[in-house]
């Protein structure tokens, strides 16, 4: 005689959840998540910091700025943050050594120097174009950052901001911590008291809706400041926006992918950075005219600005490496993935070759916000 013994079927997941182990609330989390995209989310794994230039590593520009941004104007300095400040007086923005902070090398400063009696806020500020907003629709997101301040910083606090608009007619940066013109503003103002000497590291959590146009973070002094006396200054760097409620530690990317973002809003072809040679081909079209093709090395947001400066040579040709001068029309054949320039000088029929920086020969293209 066969005999069957029949078991009660059981949900091994509950049972899992009841058994007494070792796991925290994450822990458990993660047993009762049920497909690999919840467990994804729980650990908040792959990119995270939708902020370029977080760690205040690339500074195409330069590397100290004098007095930007008065009166709300356009002020970047490291690449991606723009710095402004109330009406006029000084607003001083440096790269520093971030000494101390495990983990990084630079950070932003911004200072006012001694004797400055102009009592209004200073803002630095990062804005995300709209392909990058779109992606934190319907989702609660979290800025943070580390700072710390100078011996005679005055405030003792910073006032950090998470702000958005849903108006489909504009792509803008701030003014101050404002959109310039956008309708149907919002966001969140956090007060983080007590800023010292010593790092630490400071948070502000919002929602941002699903019909969300752009997304834009700052971070400023107060108003009505007193006259500012030596080392006033607050220093900024691990700056990170990512979705959730709680930051999580700082996303690192490395210096050369870091710079390739960048240069998606803006870059240089400059001697200065101890270059000889710019990377543009140029061939005779025409008695006494060139025309030289640069390909942009990312495709660049918009069709950028482009300005000339300095005086170049040509080498390779032979009428003996003359100067020449790069015209700004460039033929109107700039787009977002390349360029095409005019060259004027002394050629003959037989010239080509590389265009050569002198005299701090310089070419930007400007695709910023």
């Known amino acids: 005689m066969v005999s069957r013994v029949k078991r009660n079927s059981q949900n091994l997941r509950e049972n899992l959840y009841n058994v007494e182990k ?27 910091n939708f902020l370029y230039n977080g760690a205040m590593q690339v500074w195409q520009r330069g590397t100290s700025f004098n007095n930007i941004g008065g009166g709300g104007v356009a002020g970047y300095n490291a690449d991606r943050w723009n710095a402004t400040r109330y009406a006029s007086g000084e607003n001083d923005i440096g790269r520093e050594n971030a000494n101390d902070l495990d983990g990084f090398q630079y950070c932003l400063r911004s200072a006012r120097g001694g004797g400055d009696t102009t009592t209004t806020a200073r803002f630095v500020s990062q804005v995300l174009d709209k392909k990058d907003s779109y992606q934190l629709a319907g989702q609660f997101v ?18 950090s901001m998470v702000r958005y608009h849903t108006d489909s007619s504009v792509e803008e940066r ?28 400071y948070t502000n959590t919002h929602y941002i809706p699903s019909n969300v146009q752009q997304v834009s973070v700052s971070i400023n002094t107060e108003q009505n400041l007193i006259a500012a006396v030596s080392a006033d200054y607050f220093e900024i760097t691990g700056c990170q926006l990512e979705i959730g409620k709680v930051a999580t530690p700082f996303e690192h990317r490395s210096y050369t992918e870091e710079l390739a973002l960048c240069k998606h809003f803006y870059h240089v072809l400059s001697g200065d950075n101890g270059d000889l040679y710019a990377p543009i081909n140029f061939w005779m079209e025409g008695t006494g005219a060139m025309k030289g093709a640069y390909a942009y090395p990312v495709e660049m947001r918009v069709e950028p600005t482009i300005t000339v400066s300095g005086t170049w040579t040509i080498d390779g040709g032979t009428s003996g490496n003359p100067s020449v001068t790069l015209l700004n029309n460039h033929q109107n054949t700039a787009g977002k ?6 060259f004027l000088g002394s050629f003959d029929a037989r010239d080509g070759g590389v265009l050569s920086y002198a005299s701090g020969g310089k070419i930007t293209f400007d695709a910023e916000l």
């Open 22 to 48: 070792p796991s925290s609330i994450a822990g458990e989390a993660m047993l009762r998540a049920e497909t690999p995209e919840e467990q994804f989310k729980l650990i908040n794994a792959g990119r995270r």
């Open 337 to 342: 993935t390349s360029v095409r320039f005019e």
């Open 142 to 159: 979290t800025f943070s950052f580390y700072a710390r301040t100078g011996a005679g910083f005055n405030g003792h606090q910073l006032n």
């Open 174 to 201: 701030l003014y101050y911590n404002n959109f310039i013109s956008a309708a149907n503003q919002n966001g969140n103002e956090e007060v983080h008291k007590e800023v010292s000497t010593g790092w630490k590291r």
